[in-house]
């Protein structure tokens, strides 16, 4: 029984913080809020180099072959630094990819996405806003061609930087993903723009999007335990991220608590305050407990995998809620101001909290396993 | 990162799970009488003592061998073992701090629970503030004469012996004039009197010390070490039994669950509602990460790491949990949640925090205690906020005095 991290995982963990630290400061993401791509392609070909884009992909395709555990700590800093950019989007496509690619799939994307060369992302909610796998309603059919694909896909992660989208659809074999590009006629991305302008969403329409044979993950109507997965995988890495962005904010809050004085004392020495970071602490404490359990679970593929997934996403998702909150309000009236940064971290922390399903759509999960 | 049991743990726990579930008795033991010989018996087949050396009779055990234990008697619902305090407190005091004669003569009378002992610290004036305690212990040549009141005091009828703290310096500052003594409870200067917990039961109770005698052998480290002795001996209680709590929660829940499939509400199964659904699923996940977070305590022990003042984020975590979980285990029983008297109907019995049986109705009455005693939470916020999160202190009209 071993919950601490190894060398090499703290040694990981160390190099990107100190990477974030240096080149992903607030102000990289304040100037990007403008920029329609919302990313910097110099510090994603940066991530490359450092082998993060291959962090969970086999050794044949350029990567490190690691797994969840060093997936979320990765996405933990990410969230610390409140990092803009298509990094989780393109680690669940590609992990589609690995899972469930041919040999040509994988060797057209696997390689590229480890070196930086591509980036992607799946759409994982369906039309009505529902992220159960089995509810979706997106309409495979075939053609001569191969396949025609029709329906909505709202809130897809960072679809307008990608160069494959992986989307699940429904046919008459049953749930299937196909690998579509952006460029394939029918295909429509409309920008949502959410409170994290950090964070990238687009609505994706597929209106008779026709794709080669080939562009199935896997045989047709097989996709459904695949794409629960990652859905899976998407709630602890968000809740890694979360987690993030929480520890973020406890630390600004402790921080100036100690330094900002009024009736003569810092803050902190009133209960009042101190007794809210001590909560918060406890919160981001329990949630470190939740995600690495649940991204251990997943490499380890334990039986209650499935379940810490959605204990982790319910339970960091209140927390980080709760705990980005509070840090503004330890702050006063700075703390609800737009230049300084701690609403970098809040709005982070929420805009995830929607995705992969929210912590009600994840106790439902729960409940029905313990009461099954 | 690895959090599966080692091979020789899982061979441990299998034997341990074996030993409890042919030896656990069918009955709850009652009296006190049938109780200790329950207790014998856990200690006659080596699982009382765990974390105690060998050398004084314990078993010297890895944190993880006494977490499985624990576990295991949760996992099985057996009986608790008596004189917990002695076990978990007195006699870790007497190893760390004891002279070799106070080691022979009370150590292996607390494991085997030939002697009960309670615990005489907080006083009607002195609870979250312990260190202002006013109960005297004076010097009269060849022993102590020791003049005051405790209370809350737990176990405090049955006990044979307390572990004392007193003031035998009111000149120097509050925590430096007070020392840690053994006490006979069975002498005419002492008189036990129950007090009725909120439960309707009397666990507690108030001790009068009137002119008692502490033998002079009976004094644990230096005079005036007392309250340095305390602060060590309060952290013994934490870690290993953090796992086995979250058994008894589960196993708990489970009759939880069983009741929402009978109790029916708007003409459904009350786990067909999606509100008392969204309860359920709220509970488990709190639960569940309360385990998470004992097998973290529980790898940072394994390495020789001691958690020090993080072990009150785990005490807060907990007791806040635990009531919670109850208040909504009664929202979710609705009347049921009412009854103290178990019926025949399987779901109604439940593990208190207690370690006793009872059910939901006192489960959730015990819940309170868990805030309050050992350090409330208040404590525990301003423990973590001084010394985990380095906020500064508070102005507080005492410190100018010490
Ligand atoms: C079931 C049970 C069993 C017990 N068993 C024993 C036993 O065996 N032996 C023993 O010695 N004692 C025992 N106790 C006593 C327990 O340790 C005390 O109740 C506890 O220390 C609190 O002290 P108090 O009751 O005097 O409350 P107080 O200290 O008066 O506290 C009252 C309220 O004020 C708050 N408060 C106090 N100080 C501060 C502060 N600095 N900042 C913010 N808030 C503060 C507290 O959190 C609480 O909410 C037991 C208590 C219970 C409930």
Redo the contacts between chains.
Sequence with gaps: MDFSFTSDQQLLRNSARAFLDERCKPALARALWDDPRGESEAMWKDMAQLGWLGLALPEAFGGADLGMVETALLLEEMGRAAYPGPYFSTVLAATAIVELGSEAQKRRWLAAIAAGAARGTVALLDGAMDWTPAAVATKAERTAAGWSLTGTKPFVPWAHVADVLAVPARSSEGLSLFLVEPSTPGLTLSPVTGMDLSMRWTNVTLDGVTVPDDAVLGAPGQALPLVEGLLRIGAVGAAAEMLGAARRCLDMAVAYAKVREQFGQPIGSFQAIRHKCAEMLLEVENSHAATYYAAWALDAEAADAEMAASIAKAYVGDAARRVCGEAIQVHGGIGFTWEYDLHLYFKRAKALEVMYGDADWHRELIARRVTA | ??????PE?LAFRDQTRRWFAANTPAHEPRTLDERRAWHRRMYDAGYVGMGWPKEYGGQSATP?QQAIVADEMAHAGAPPTINGLGIGIVGPTIIVHGAEAQKQRYLRKILMADELWCQLYSEPNAGSDLASLKTRAEDAGDHFVVNGQKIWTSGGVIADWGLLLARTDSKVAKHKGISCFLLSMRQPGVEVRPLRQITGSSQFSEVFMTGARAEKADLIGRLGQGWEIAQTTLSYERGGNSLARVTRYASA??QL?RA??ELRRQGRPL?ED?VV??K???I???L??QR??A??V???L??GESPGAASS?TK??YSEFEKRYHEIAQEILGPWGQVTVAGPDEFSEVETSSGEPGTWAQAFLWSRAGTIYAGSS?V???V???R????????RADRAKV
Excluded: C
Excluded at chain 2, 1 to 6: E, I, Q, R, T
Excluded at chain 2, 388 to 395: I, N, S, T, Y
């Design positions: 990162m690895d959090l599966n049991y080692s743990d993880m829940f489970y669950v929402t499939k786990v999606p659904r969204m359920i699923g709220r488990w996940t709190e569940e990460v998470y977070a097998l973290r529980l790898s940072a394994t390495k984020i807060l975590s208040e525990q916020k301003n973590i906020g001084e985990v999160l380095g906020l500064p202190k508070e102005a």
